[in-house]
């Protein structure tokens, strides 16, 4: 009987044994926790998710059409038969994606389709079938590491990108295309390996899951504490969503008949004592059909480096924690054993499940110095380049800190905080670029500060995390001199008393100036200082 159990992974499972009712239990009132936590999206939201995709599909269609037709007037089978496919992946894929989610999206194509058509043809196709109105926010960025075209439809954000399958001339009827079969990599760029990797990466996960709806119950957890806990954004260095999906999905290969609530204790047991950098796997790695590097530190130098390595199991199998430096991985550590701690009192009803979410002490408690990285545009579309750059760069700034003997922790903050400011002259610019908020204006409607969370634009809550030099709440700022500082002001057709020659002229209020900050809060070594100057800058280097 006992060969006759499968075995998950790499390794023979710690336990097979089945749920307590006491875990049952336990795993009832985390899914009512999660509930309460609003980390599911109502039924009819995901109904216009479906709808969503079957537009997509329809427009992806017409799209491979199109560009049979242009290439191959005459081939009337080709031109019948031409169609494409739409894959997601990420949390979508996953399952457990929530209100306010964006849904990762790939289109596949045959082989006659280039990226250049796509980029030629998708862009006018999406707004010239997709209802009125239905698609704001067009961008198109070619040129990225993997070409993406984004967009918001009906409300929901979309990230879409192409991949041709060039082993095919004709796709197989709908639903019979298996992106994890390592053939269809064949004949494919860099660029194209890199888009297919996301579906076929969530694929394989899912594969590999005893139960997936342990499996999503479990991550939706790990998610969401992830996200309170600020240790959730990959390109700070940060695990992402994928790495905590993949982590799950390693504890559920460990423990193949436990119940979801029992996997998240498991998880921060198992992780908070984790031997890194032995890495976190799903499966042994593939040999596959392509000469390409697949991460082994035995043979890559760069691949030993790997603080925390988590290995994705399609192939080409990569590490996709590469980003993660000394710093980051202390905390992360550190907040896997305070989830230890609580999930241990929750087992034996000391805590409710509420209590492993409470949110993070960031700029409240954690840090008594901070540095402030300020990205500054005058332009809206400008600001997405300069402050998605910036961003990216952030992780590097840890790095270079982590270098300094009197830093002993230099932790990023997981978000950026996007405001909008209109300055008359150069002197509140430049106030501006340091950081002052007594220039803020709403921006298009939106709250003065915000944050992108998973790609989701949320209000900032400037009263506990608001840049910690400066005591004053963004919501607090009055009028001056009995005028409102606010530039959308509107005549009031209600209100006889105004008149339109009170309403001041625009160009009299100034320019209006895009920022966006990240905060690195900074734990010194024993006996350091920092010294500033008087307008709060620092002016030395860290002393003993």
């Known amino acids: 009987m006992a060969n006759s159990e499968q075995t998950w992974g790499i390794t023979p499972p710690i336990s097979i044994a089945l749920p307590t009712p006491a875990e049952t239990h336990s795993t009832h009132l985390l899914l009512e926790e999660l509930r309460r936590q609003n980390t599911f999206e109502t039924a009819s939201e995901t109904k216009k998710r479906e709808r969503v995709l079957a537009d997509l599909q329809r427009i ?87 070409p993406i ?41 860099d660029r194209e390996l890199r888009s297919l990797n996301g579906t076929r990466v969530t694929r394989e996960i899912l594969n590999l899951v005893p139960e997936q709806s342990t499996f999503r119950l479990a991550l939706r957890a790990i998610k969401l504490w992830a996200q309170r806990r600020a240790i959730y954004a990959n390109i700070i260095g940060f695990p ?40 976190v796997q799903l499966k042994h790695m593939d040999e596959g059909p392509l000469n390409v590097r697949v991460w082994n530190p035995k043979i890559y130098k760069s691949d030993s480096y790997h603080l925390m390595p988590v290995i994705t199991p399609a192939y080409p199998q990569m590490c996709a924690t590469f980003n993660i430096t000394h710093s980051t991985m202390t905390v992360i550590q550190r907040e896997l054993q305070r989830g230890a701690e609580l999930t241990d009192k929750v087992r034996v009803g000391k805590l409710a499940w509420k209590d492993l979410f409470v949110k993070h002490t960031f700029f409240t408690q954690d840090h008594k110095y901070y540095l402030a990285v300020i990205a500054t545009s005058t332009t809206k579309e400008a600001h997405k380049i300069w402050s998605g750059f910036v961003e990216s760069k952030v992780r590097v700034l840890v790095s270079e800190l982590e270098r300094v003997s009197s830093v002993a922790i230099a932790r990023p903050f997981n978000k950026g905080y996007e405001r909008a400011h209109r300055v008359k002259n150069d002197d509140e610019m430049r106030l501006a670029q340091d950081g002052s908020l ?14 992108k969370e998973n790609g989701v634009e949320a209000k900032a809550e400037t009263q506990t995390e608001s840049r910690p030099e400066v005591k004053a709440d963004e919501a607090e700022i009055k009028q001056e001199n009995g005028e409102s500082t606010n530039p959308d002001v509107k005549s009031d057709p209600e209100n006889p008393t105004t008149k339109k020659e009170d309403v001041p002229d625009i160009s009299s209020l100034g320019t209006k100036i895009y920022t966006t900050t990240h905060y690195v809060g900074l734990e010194l070594a024993e006996g350091k200082y920092i010294t500033f100057s008087a307008d709060g800058h620092v002016t030395c280097s860290f002393s003993g």
């Open 240 to 279: 992402g969503g994928v790495v905590w999906a993949m982590m799950v999905a390693r504890v559920c290969q460990l423990y193949p008949k436990a119940a979801s609530a029992t996997i998240v204790s498991k998880f921060f047991q198992i992780m908070k004592v984790w031997q890194w950098p032995v890495p």
């Open 149 to 189: 075209i984004k967009f918001e439809y009906w409300g929901i954000s979309i990230d879409l990108i192409f991949s041709r399958i060039a082993t095919l001339n004709q796709f197989p009827p709908q639903g019979q295309l298996n992106l994890t079969n390592n053939e269809y990599l064949r004949g494919l760029d």
């Open 438 to 451: 007594a220039y803020l204006v709403k921006d298009d409607g939106e709250d003065d500060a915000s944050v």
């Open 60 to 146: 992806t269609n017409e799209f491979v059409k199109r560009v049979a037709r242009e290439k191959e007037p005459r081939n009337e089978v080709l031109i019948r038969d031409a169609r494409g496919e739409v894959f997601t992946y990420g949390s979508y894929c996953l399952g457990v994606y929530g209100p306010g989610s964006d849904i990762d999206t790939l289109v596949t194509a045959p082989r006659y389709v280039t990226r250049d058509d796509y980029f030629k043809h998708f862009p006018s196709l999406l707004e010239e079938m997709a209802p009125q109105g239905a698609i704001t926010d067009l961008t198109a960025v070619e040129d990225a590491f993997v």
